[in-house]
């Protein structure tokens, strides 16, 4: 199972690339190469590894289909999705539609979110921090992790 950790900045070149980051390559399985990519749920993408977007699939593809939210929620989540691959220098490509949508401009900023990698305008990421006071950070983690037993 993967566990990304880190947070690493990047730049996508004229031609819609961007290389990823070797501390991310490093926590790759062997030879894993093919990701899917799609949209995030905060104006931000997702790069899933094949072997983590396995499951989600999975599940998305074992909802009821006759429900019309699970069918909303299905065009929303894979309408974007696109199978990609490291290139030989180590450069994903963005589809156009998938860069629109999420502002990527030059800098971004490409975050672990367990086991796939959230992709990132610079400005609108760095914007999140100062969006949330430490006061209110540490109320969500009360909210989010309060529930949790201590080890």
Known sequence: MI?????YEATV?????????????KQL??????????????????L???????PVFEKVNSLNEFDPKVRAFRR??????????????GRLLLPANLKE??????DIILVAATNKIEIWNATTYKNLFTAISPEAFSELAMEV???????
């Open 145 to 151: 992790m309060g529930t949790l037993q201590k080890p």
């Open 101 to 106: 949508f999420a502002g990527l401009e030059k």
């Open 3 to 7: 566990a990304f950790l880190g947070e």
């Open 48 to 54: 899933y590894p094949l072997q983590s977007w396995a």
């Open 29 to 46: 399985a062997e030879g894993e190469v093919r990701f899917v990519l799609n949209r995030g749920f905060e104006n931000c993408l997702t």
């Open 76 to 89: 929303q989540f894979l309408g974007g999705a696109t199978e990609v691959e490291l290139d030989s220098a």
């Open 13 to 25: 070149d004229a031609k819609g690339r961007f290389l990823l980051p070797a501390g991310f390559k």
